[in-house]
């Protein structure tokens, strides 16, 4: 199994970045994806959620409204896109895959 996240980078507050996951090694379209992130010092927290078939999603309160989670079934990637970043938006985004499976992440920055 690998997750092989990628499109982090440093970015302006009031930008945005795309974030992608590449898996590889398992049923990729029978299992939900999410997306979490850490910040140095904080707890890993979940930032979005996406069903097996791409109908549902699910987001905190902290990025409703200015990240979108999607899936390409066909091409086992799924994405985060993200807007109007904030500098506490800046931390470790990690891809899961169903309950079990992680990437390496990939960092995020967001200057003010």
């Known amino acids: 199994v690998q997750l092989v996240e990628s499109g982090g980078g440093l970015v302006q507050s009031g930008g945005s970045l795309r974030l992608s996951c590449a898996a590889s090694?398992?049923?990729?379209?029978?299992?939900?994806m999410s997306w979490y992130r850490q910040a140095p010092g904080a707890e890993r927290e979940l930032v979005a959620v996406?069903?097996?078939?791409?109908?549902?999603?699910n987001y905190p309160n902290s990025v409703k409204g200015r990240f979108t989670i999607s899936r390409d079934n066909a091409k086992n990637t799924v994405y985060l896109q993200m807007n109007s970043l904030k500098p506490e938006d800046t931390g470790m985004y990690y891809c899961?895959?169903?309950?079990?499976?992680w990437g390496q992440g990939t960092q995020v920055t967001v200057s003010s």
């Open positions: 899961k895959g169903g309950m079990y499976y």
């Open positions: 090694g398992f049923t990729f379209s029978s299992y939900a």
């Open positions: 996406i069903s097996s078939t791409g109908g549902l999603t």
